[in-house]
């Protein structure tokens, strides 16, 4: 099939950036976006033209490091999926499709669709931890049984990716649903509870430091998460940091 | 500098080695350990958990990964699961029965004393996984479930559903966080390492790349940990990530550091089949679906013609049609034989002319018998009698649907193919390699210093690594072996004080890779990287891939140099080093592939036997089975690098077995 690409290109943090338009003459539909991409990539090196920048590796859905924001939602159409297990049969012969990166003031944008995802990392180390000592000598694994409903719940929460489509997506570059899962997750398990109050306020902090913007409760978020995380995270999160807030000796 | 194998075995009985040569290792003082910088490169499993380990101890470290968060390294990624013989089953697991089952399933070509270690402290990593958050599946009375794995008698495997790997890497980055925060790590992404820097015989630092604003960084450290992962993309077309590579190995190779038995890599006869000439990485399907797949090619070539061709339908053909070839070769086993025979009788019925996908290198895996088997079961359980045949078909596929429904949805995704009404297809693919970098029983390399972990050394797989044993060995590596074994190294840098960055050695590495960028910058070629690598990948698949023959290895040796030639003279890199460039990124990796693919056919080829996933054609029995030769070939091939892979020099490292006896596998 053929296609009209529209892609975001910018140098450089500083550049104010553009669409350029490709024409895509040689799709085929078992093709995932990426490769699609890659596709594109060789013929602009071959016309001497910078290839397109974008962050990808395992491509498979799990790393979480691809992003791109396709005909204006994150990971593309489709649902449950991140953007290199999207493929191209999903899009019709002639369509015209724009890429952009991953929009938000805390995600600024390295190069073409590359953004700079660091302060999920930095929000993980304000407390998105347990303080244990790396020793081996801790309790045996099966000392404390965990309800199979929390280990489920934990479980759900922490298979969250940490690609960021939820800020994206969200009109107010919420973090909420990452932070809430990366803080659910722990809260949920009794190795996570002797921190929990801590760390909810902590993670909360940072976020707000690295400049997300706050929740709204549009629900956008859980929409395009390709993992499905759910807005009872969120819930979770808040009721925690109400109870935090109340009750910490901070 | 002549490269002196000493694999520093300690004495004693096998399950005494590792206490009495921990208790022995000589102790750094807290005070001490704030006056040692180490340098971790990697932040998969074994790095990330080396890097927390280190400076809880209270060493300064440095972490560094290429991706844009160490949580991504492609560990991530592993599905099925953790070994440890916790025996919480009580089916007779045990220290020692995971310690058989690892050298035995290794064909006999891994260091006993190493693999015993892994299995000892394999218990401690399920303990420390838990403790840090982990979160296992657990059955209803809330205690940690398994289950069994790779054609093991036992049930030893822990898992996170399908993502165990990304849980457990979870787990790791949690605990590197957690030393980020106390500024005991100092964490690196978007970092490449370009160069080892070697001063006095020891690795003192590196070179490495800041990917966004291409600046070259220097970086100096007592000691240097390569936990960098395995080197599968040299074939292009690997179930690794598309970053992963062999860089950091190859330049610490190239610095003295011995590779070892590079040419035993695993391929894995489960894989979504190539799709065409666009294709950028394989998928993999768990193994787990051979327990109920049945695996099968048409009988006739007009019939595979015909479907290749779309003439016709798998569900066309009726049982006397299909050839169950791995029920007919290995009676005994069935569609349950280990990874290494699987992937080659696939190989063989395509090369045949039997393979049904549009490249025609694609086998069936067929369903359709558990669906009705299970389907039939149910309706028993239920109390159905005389089910029609749409209900057990009903009743069998919710059975499949519970066991395997996420994999099936990933298949549905990427092929559009529903495989509950059709058989999938499927197809071997390069999914890990078993040989790297030599270390010795401290997990050091044969340069001072560099010390190599988890799938980027050699040590604990053989020829053939099991299921669900990767996950363990990186953290085993990471968290409880690294941390102590590389105080006999740097006990003796106490008084060192701090290296500096100002040296001529340093000078010279940064120069060297300055040049190496300049040359690909200058070089006015015609073809993109990508061009080379997926002609060294094709090379690597059909002369260094599940067959091998003396005939064609040879070949591979001097089409590979060829390559390599005229990717120096054509290779073409747009833009400039200033700045985010992953043409130059990749075409940094591929120069070292290019010599990497070499080395592997060298060793293939004086490896004359077949073992794990090593097979000679000229060394097979009658049947086509694998011919191992303990005699001759009982030893790790320890590769010293010479400036030309074609005349690196070799080091036998004889593998003494003293605690478990050797044997032929067979599977008929």
């Known amino acids: 099939m053929k296609l009209t690409l529209k892609i975001w290109r910018q140098n450089g943090p500083n550049d104010k950036g553009r669409i350029e338009t490709y024409p895509a003459n040689n799709v085929s539909e078992d093709m995932s976006f990426l490769e699609m991409l890659d596709v594109l990539n060789e013929e602009l090196i071959g016309k001497d033209i910078e290839p397109v920048v974008f962050d990808h590796d395992c491509r498979e859905g799990i790393c979480g490091m691809c992003s791109l924001f396709i005909n204006g939602e994150a990971h593309g159409p489709g649902r449950g999926v991140t953007t290199c297990q999207l493929h ?72 969250c990716i940490g690609c960021g489509a939820c800020v994206a997506t969200c009109k107010n570059s919420s973090a909420m649903l990452f932070v809430s899962a990366k803080v659910s997750q722990f809260s949920l398990l009794p190795q996570g509870k002797p921190e929990a109050r801590e760390r909810v306020l902590n993670m909360v902090h940072q976020m707000d430091l690295e400049g997300f913007g706050n929740c ?35 | 500098m002549a490269i002196q194998l000493d694999s520093k075995i300690p004495e004693g009985q096998i399950g005494e080695k590792w206490s009495k040569h921990k208790g022995e290792i000589p102790l750094v003082s807290p005070a001490n350990k704030r006056l040692i910088d180490v340098i971790v490169v990697g932040t998969g499993l074994a790095g990330s958990s080396a890097a927390a380990s280190l400076a809880e101890m209270g060493y300064n470290v440095k972490a560094f990964c290429f991706q844009d968060s160490p949580r991504r390294a492609h560990s991530i990624a592993a599905q099925g699961g953790i070994n440890a013989a916790k025996n919480y089953q009580n089916d007779g697991d045990s220290v020692h029965r995971l310690f058989y089952d690892t050298v035995k399933g290794g064909d006999y070509r891994a260091r006993e004393a190493n693999v015993h270690r892994l299995a000892e402290v394999s218990t401690n990593i399920i303990d420390q996984c838990v403790a840090q958050g982990v979160p296992f599946a657990r059955d209803y009375g809330g205690l940690l479930d398994n289950r069994s794995f790779g054609g093991v008698q036992v049930s030893r495997t822990f898992y996170a559903k399908g993502q165990t790997g990304q849980q457990l890497l979870l787990g790791a980055y949690s605990a590197l966080n957690r030393q980020v925060a106390k500024g005991k790590v100092e964490m690196f992404a978007r970092h490449e390492m370009m160069e080892m820097v070697i001063v006095d015989g020891k690795a003192r630092g590196i070179i490495a790349r800041d990917l966004t604003t291409g600046k070259l960084e220097r970086h100096s450290a007592h000691a240097v940990l390569l936990c960098t992962g395995g080197y599968g993309n040299v074939f292009f077309l690997s179930t690794n990530a598309m970053g992963s590579n062999v860089t950091a190995a190859w330049k610490a190779h190239r610095k003295g550091a011995a590779m070892a038995n590079p040419c035993y890599t695993q ?105 009705e088997r299970y389907g039939k079961e149910q309706a028993h359980i239920k109390g159905i009698h005389n089910p029609s045949d749409a209900e057990v078909i009903k009743l069998g596929e919710e059975v499949v649907e519970g066991k395997y429904g996420n994999l099936f949805q990933m298949y549905e995704k990427i092929t559009a193919a529903n495989p509950y009404k059709e058989p999938m297809m499927i197809y071997p693919a390069v999914h890990y390699t078993m040989g790297g970098l030599w270390v010795d029983y401290n997990l050091m390399t044969s340069v001072p210093g560099c010390f190599a972990l988890g799938e980027a050394n050699f040590s604990d797989h053989g020829a053939n690594r099991l299921g669900a044993s990767a996950l363990m060995q990186g953290l085993a590596d990471g968290y409880f072996v690294a941390p102590y074994t590389v105080g006999e190294f740097l006990s003796s840098d ?58 064609g290895l040879k070949e591979a040796i001097s089409e590979i140099r060829v390559l390599r030639e005229e990717f120096y003279k054509e290779v073409k890199v747009p833009g400039t080093a200033n700045g985010t460039n992953q043409e130059l990124e990749k075409a940094g990796r591929v120069a070292d592939f290019l010599e990497l693919g070499e080395l592997m056919c060298v060793d293939a080829l004086d490896r004359n036997e077949s073992c794990g996933g090593h097979f000679r054609e000229e060394f097979q029995s009658e049947e086509g089975e694998a011919l191992r030769d303990d005699a001759n070939y009982a030893y790790v091939s320890a590769w010293e690098y010479t400036g030309d892979p074609s005349t690196s020099k070799l080091h036998k490292e004889e593998l003494k077995f003293e605690n478990v006896e050797l044997k032929t596998r067979s599977y008929k």
């Open chain 1, 88 to 159: 191209m049969r999903e899009f019709k012969d002639g369509d015209t499709v724009y890429i952009e990166p991953f929009r938000s003031k805390a995600f600024p944008v390295l190069k073409d669709l590359m953004v700079d995802r660091s302060a999920f990392d930095r929000v993980q180390q304000a407390g998105g931890y347990v303080s244990v000592n790396t020793s081996g000598n801790t309790i045996d694994a099966n000392a404390i049984p965990v309800p199979k409903e929390d280990a489920d719940n934990a479980f759900d929460a922490a298979t």
């Open chain 1, 216 to 250: 709204t409760n549009t629900g956008a978020c859980e929409v395009e998460c390709p993992k499905g995380i759910s807005l009872e995270n969120i819930a979770r999160m808040n009721r925690d940091f109400l109870s935090a807030s109340l009750t910490s000796a901070k």
């Open chain 2, 267 to 371: 391929i894995h006869p489960t894989c979504i089949p190539v799709s065409g000439d666009h294709q950028s990485k394989l998928t993999l399907m768990s193994e787990s679906l051979r327990n109920d797949g049945r695996i099968w090619v048409p009988k006739k070539k007009e019939d595979a013609e015909a479907i290749r061709e779309g003439r016709k339908h798998p569900n066309d053909l009726a049982a006397d049609e299909r050839d169950y070839y791995l029920e007919r070769r290995y009676p005994a086993f069935g569609n349950l034989v280990p990874r290494d025979v699987a992937s080659r009788a696939a190989k063989e019925r395509c090369d045949a002319g039997f393979g049904v996908n549009k490249t025609g290198e694609a086998v069936y895996l067929d369903f359709a018998s558990a669906i």
């Open chain 2, 494 to 551: 106490i008084r060192t004080g701090k290296i500096p960055t100002d040296s001529p050695e340093f000078e010279a590495a940064e120069k060297e890779v300055q040049s190496q960028l300049d040359r690909f910058i200058n070089n006015k070629g015609t073809k993109s990287v990508d061009y080379f690598h997926r002609k060294l990948g094709l090379i690597m698949w059909n002369k260094c891939g599940m067959a091998r023959s003396e005939a």
